[in-house]
């Protein structure tokens, strides 16, 4: 049974032009690459974002350390040198051979490098490295026209997660079509105090239709920005951003035989996986937070320029991440610890899950791991104020303009 199409947010060659769209924070990063090739060991140069953030400086007092981070995605391969001892047991929700470590594509585990990566041997360098990363896997379009699979991965895998011992979710694959069952699954895991992030999608020019589960109310859809602060061309846009994050030119693995790292165009895929990565962090500094008040940090201290604190551009939501002004600042409202920031309603305590838990059998009728129940690694283990917001400091003006006319900001849906 083949489900609805699912699209990567990630994997594309989409360095165009932003055409009559600006978002200009008007700002330069040395030793950006530009040539398009094959990259090994020169793969942390072409992570821009690392330096105006002031990573050196947040990791002497965050790194992540006591945050695990569920990546729903093709699967983490715990074996490349930046993750070796940084992957824990996860879920396989796929229905098809192999389990949450057979990373077909490449993909989630690039991702998940985002996150925690030790950055060893040349490898992608996480910004949380001391995060630990749980695997769910689901399916893509590609797999399923290849393989017999559970119709349902990405519900049982976001219920699976819900009950793992992730404080974060982070998914860089979505559907064009909403489902009934995966609705309820995020409404679980904002139930269990998780934090979910969902990239928004990389088809603005294409038809901007709505990604799920980034467009339901109870998930924070992040956007991708480039290195000059401007919202991405390829990042959709309208009431499913929450905010944004820089996405464009970073790279990721080749392909699922994890030989070379390849130069990509970029896409929502990088730019969610680093905003899980800056929530990891500011939870680690502030452990006793609850999601709610991770979230009203990161939208209180994000770049947005002059533009009404509260109010949210239909391209960069609340504004683009900025970590380091909480972690070397100090500054942002936690706000209430039971109040969603995005329904602005009021989140309940844990209750028991809906589905088969992810211990015993999943809906697929295959059986999984525990998704970290409790604090085991796996046994695959060895072992802000520039213009774009990143750098601490002031901020800039913002400049909206498509065709001609100021974009419009709207509240967060509510229904």
């Given amino acids: ?25 008007a700002w330069s990063v040395e030793g950006m690459g530009a040539e398009s090739r094959v990259i090994a060991q020169d793969v942390q140069s072409k992570q821009w974002y690392l330096g105006p953030m ?3 400086e ?40 192999g389990d949450e470590y057979d990373d077909y594509d490449g993909h989630g585990t690039s991702m998940a490098e985002l996150i925690a990566g030790s950055g060893n041997e040349g490898g992608l360098q996480g910004l949380a490295p001391d995060s630990k990363i749980i695997p769910f896997r689901v399916t893509d379009t590609e797999f399923q026209n290849t393989h017999s699979v559970n119709a349902r991965d990405n519900e049982d895998a976001i219920l699976a997660a819900a009950d ?21 699954a995020v409404k679980y895991a904002e139930r269990k105090g998780k934090l979910f992030f969902a990239a928004v999608g990389n088809n603005s020019e294409t038809g901007n239709r709505e990604q799920y589960p980034a467009s339901y109310p109870q998930v924070v859809g992040v956007a991708a920005t480039d290195s000059a602060g401007r919202v991405s061309s390829y990042s959709q846009h309208g009431s499913s951003v ?89 500054e942002g409202n ?23 838990s992810v211990s015993g059998a999943s809906r697929s009728g295959k059986k999984g791991n525990s998704g970290d129940a ?15 917001g990143l750098i601490v400091g002031g901020a800039a003006a913002v400049v909206v303009i498509v065709g001609g006319s100021f974009v419009f900001v709207r509240n967060r849906r509510t229904t």
């Fill in 1 to 25: 049974m083949i489900q609805t199409r699912k699209l990567r947010a990630c994997f594309g060659w989409c360095g165009c032009l932003l055409g009559a769209m600006a978002v200009t924070f």
């Fill in 54 to 56: 002031h990573v050196e």
């Fill in 58 to 97: 947040m990791w002497k007092i965050a790194t992540g350390e006591g945050v695990k981070v569920a990546v729903i995605d093709s699967g983490v391969n715990p074996s490349t040198p930046s993750l070796e001892g940084r992957v824990l047991k996860g879920f396989d929700a796929t229905g098809a051979d």
């Fill in 164 to 184: 793992s011992g992730a404080k974060i979710i982070s998914m860089s694959v979505g559907s064009d079509f909403p489902g009934q069952g995966e609705r309820e």
């Fill in 242 to 330: 929450d905010i944004a994050a820089p996405g464009d030119n970073i790279p990721t693995w080749c392909d699922a035989n994890f030989q070379h790292y390849c130069d990509s165009g970029g896409g929502t895929s990088q730019a969610t996986a680093i905003t899980s990565a800056a929530a990891a962090l500011i939870w680690s500094a502030h452990p006793e937070w609850t999601a709610n008040q991770v979230l009203n940090v990161l939208f209180d201290t994000a770049g947005r320029g002059d533009w009404e604190k509260g109010t949210l551009s239909n391209y960069l939501g609340h504004g683009i991440i900025r970590p380091a002004v909480n972690i070397l600042k100090g």
């Fill in 334 to 356: 936690p706000g209430a610890p039971d109040i969603s920031p995005l329904t602005k309603e009021r989140t309940s305590g844990p209750e028991a899950s809906p589905a088969a």
């Fill in 374 to 388: 409790g604090a085991e690694d796996s046994s695959r283990e060895k072992g802000d104020g520039g213009p774009l």
